[in-house]
């Protein structure tokens, strides 16, 4: 498990290493700087773009990418449905992933998001023991009972085990990674840099929702 993090990660340090050098134009009109998902996933909310954001909190790649989505995220349109989606590779990644789930089911996940990524990315903390998490979350104001029960409960373990298995779904190997609508993946690899990761983003949302708009019945 130990290596096959080691090599998700330096496959990742190449490819962004690659970006900051860099910063290509890309043609998104002409198909770049995303991939086709065949099949088409299905999404959670019909009504609206759906938009799945694939990280591990201990990828530095993924935490460089983070300011810049949450700076898109203060403009995201009312019709996008984002979704954070924690990826669990190996076992290390799946202690991530359920820290997250325990954080999203306590309701304190967007007060711990970033320092969650923080202890990591800058203060080195390795965050994989429960009773490192539990001490964690208890400076962040759980209470320590609170915080076992539901790191333990059926409804986190379900989701840590589900975690597994999503990301094959869509074809994603590696993180950050973005689906748009389950049917488009965008990665470093096909957008070459942060900001154009948003930029088709922003161009495969505004195409499924023309298209969402057409299909619609005139009324």
Same mark, same amino acid.
């Given at each position: 498990?130990? *290596? ?6 330096? *496959?990742?340090?190449?490819? /962004? ?12 009109? #002409? ?7 065949? =099949? ?7 009504? #609206?773009?759906?938009?799945?954001? @694939? +990280?591990?909190?201990?990828? =530095?790649?993924?935490?460089? @990418?983070?300011?810049? !989505?949450?700076?898109? !995220? %203060? ?10 989606? =924690?990826?669990? +590779?190996?076992?290390?990644? &799946?202690?991530?992933?359920?820290? @997250? ?12 998001? #970033? ?11 390795? *965050? ?5 998490? &539990?001490? +964690? ?9 609170? /915080?076992?029960? %539901?790191?333990?409960? @059926? ?11 999503? =990301? ?21 690899? %096909? &957008? ?16 499924? /929702? ?10």
């Amino acid at each position: 498990m130990r *290596l096959q993090t080691l090599l998700l990660c330096l *496959l990742g340090l190449c490819v /962004f290493n690659a970006l900051a050098a860099d910063s290509q134009a890309i043609n998104i009109e #002409k198909g770049e700087g995303y991939e086709i998902i065949d =099949p088409p996933q299905p999404t959670d909310d019909p009504n #609206k773009v759906e938009v799945i954001e @694939f +990280f591990w909190y201990g990828c =530095p790649h993924c935490y460089r @990418f983070e300011p810049v !989505l949450q700076k898109w !995220l %203060t403009t995201k349109p009312d019709h996008v449905n984002y979704i954070p989606q =924690p990826a669990a +590779f190996s076992s290390i990644w &799946a202690k991530h992933a359920r820290a @997250f789930y325990t954080a999203e089911a306590l309701g304190v996940l967007d007060k711990m998001h #970033k320092d969650f990524f923080d202890a990591i990315q800058v203060d080195k903390k390795r *965050l994989d023991k429960e009773d490192v998490l &539990a001490e +964690f979350f208890v400076g962040h104001g759980v209470d320590k009972k609170d /915080f076992d029960d %539901t790191y333990n409960s @059926f409804l986190v373990d379900a989701k840590t085990k589900q975690t597994e298995a999503i =990301p094959g779904r869509y074809g994603v190997t590696g993180v950050p990674a973005v689906v748009v609508n389950g049917k488009y993946r965008i990665s470093g690899s %096909t &957008a070459k840099s942060y900001e154009n990761m948003i930029k088709v983003m922003d161009y495969l949302i505004a195409k499924e /929702f023309a298209a969402m708009n057409a299909a619609k019945p005139a009324q």
